[in-house]
């Protein structure tokens, strides 16, 4: 990536002209770093998951540890896991917009960047666990001789009614909030970078008219995204929520789910971050100020996920049902256990420090925790599945659910998906919003200027 060379990181404030040549410098110099990297991602990902993938698709689902009565497994995991990584980057940047907060410029478009490749490894898994995706277009509504319609009231093609629908918005969203900084890089680049960015900056001249015209799209843009984003994890909840199996029949799943969405996606946010200052050389842009507020909503978040799953146990163990006795004794002691208490151990104790403003300023020790909140996160999602289904009603119905060796290695080639795709778009589109940190730096000046005795 773009550190150069073995320069000391300069994190004395920039001056507005210096903006412009930090961010499109992100854009033209390729170090052999960043090759490498890439490289071994698209390896990765070829290796484990397209030919895994392939292996499935010839050989059968099969393959994988799902079973009767476990008909879910780790894809359907992986898949919430994803679409909850995807929720605060656009959710935050919206919200954040429109309470006016200066500290999200220079952080935004990196997080909602990771929001839309998120949403696209999520329909991946979708793909990957029906078993035979070239047949996935009977989902869609459309005459046809077999009398085939999906079923309305199914609360999968809600799924699939909601993600379309917050992928598109989420796109439109971060390509609205770019044109002007398309233009920029139009204006400093030259060759086939010029030829692409004078197509993508729709021939932005930065006109009064088009900053107004801009300022009221990306503003409806943020109030329409903040109901979707809550609206999509709240419907994949219900994928779960609306059965009657004991350990998913839980009126509380809709709020425990986009509070653990927005947890996991801020901790994802931390991470991304923390690669894009000290990659690419950002130390002036990205301040541990950003780390010190996504280190306290963290906290915040930490403490609203621990409170829902006391109160998930708790209203179990007070119905006195003897099914859910049972599937609350089996998560707590079963064989998925250690992977349960890792799970409180990442997400409710780790989290604790963040108390401290000593960690919370402490760029690496965050990095560290947004890792372990987001294993964490993924040991949930795991969890939910894997502890309902094998012990659902009589014991005539049990069986034990464990991944095979083509569902972990799938898990790994997913994340190196999602690597790849965000290393194109750090050198296609600016990491960083060059005129909303102009704005800051601006705003920043202004405030010292009036607080002078």
Known sequence: MNRVG?????????KLADVNRDVIRTLTETTPLYWWTFGIAVMVAVLCFTLPWAYQLVTGIGVAGMNRPVIWGSYISCFIFWIGLSHSGTLLSAVLHITGSQWRKAIYRSAEAMTLFSLVVAVIFVLVHVGRPWFVYWTI??????ELWPNFRSPLLFDVTAITTYMTASATFLFVGSIPDFAAARDGTIGWRHSMYRVLSLGWRGTQKEWKHLGWAYTFFAVLVIPLAVSVHSIVSWDLALSIVPGFHQTIF??????????????GIVTVMYFLRKYYHLERYILPSHFDKLGRLLLVLSLLWTYINIVELTTGWFSHHSFELEFIDYRLTGAWAPIYWSMIAFCAVLPLSLISSRVRTNLNV??????FINAGM?????IIITTSLPRKYLPNTWADYAPTWVEYSIMLGSLAIFVTLFLIFV????????????EELLHNAKHQQENKP
């Not at 509504?141 to 077999?146: A, E, I, L, T």
């Open 366 to 371: 965050m990095l560290v925790l947004s890792i």
């Open 141 to 146: 509504p459309y005459p046809n001789q077999r």
């Open 6 to 14: 073995n320069q000391t990181p300069d994190e004395t404030p920039p």
């Open 254 to 267: 809709a709020p425990y789910f986009v509070v653990g969405a927005i947890y996991s996606g801020t901790a």
């Open 427 to 438: 050198k296609i589109v600016p990491s960083m919003s060059i005129y909303e940190v102009k």
């Open 378 to 382: 993924l040991f949930e999602r795991f």
